[in-house]
């Protein structure tokens, strides 16, 4: 099993920069490959990004394509979000997950707030 903590929310004004991380517990990190999704209030949740096991394919949703960067360090057992250019559509709460054939685990969240 593995467990995710999201970290690195806050609140920013548009235009600004965020890194969100995603620490993982256990060995395996790097059989796992991993994703940043988000839910606005009153929104489902949509995907934003996604790495694979290596880090060599990442894949992102077309509003951020751009300005997010998703990486990896599986050294350190962490999965990363780099946002920039912020804007306050991007407001949300950002939970990351990690997937293994049918297993998928989830982070609990982190809020982001983007100020005009």
């Known amino acids: 099993q593995v467990q995710l903590v999201e970290s690195g929310g806050g609140l920013v004004q548009a235009g600004g920069s965020l890194r969100l991380s995603c620490a993982a517990s256990?060995?395996?990190?790097?059989?796992?490959?991993m994703g940043w999704f988000r839910q606005a209030p009153g929104k489902e949740r949509e995907f934003v990004a996604a790495?694979?096991?290596?880090?060599?394919?990442?894949k992102y949703t077309d509003s951020v394509k751009g300005r997010f960067t998703i990486s990896r360090d599986n050294a350190k057992n962490t999965v990363y979000l780099q946002m920039n250019g912020l804007k306050p559509e991007d407001t949300a709460v950002y939970y990351c997950?990690?997937?293994?054939?049918?297993?998928?685990?989830w982070g609990q969240g982190t809020q982001v707030t983007v100020s005009p």
């Open positions: 997950n990690a997937v293994s054939g049918r297993m998928i685990y």
């Open positions: 790495i694979d096991r290596t880090g060599g394919t990442t």
């Open positions: 256990g060995r395996t990190f790097s059989s796992y490959a």
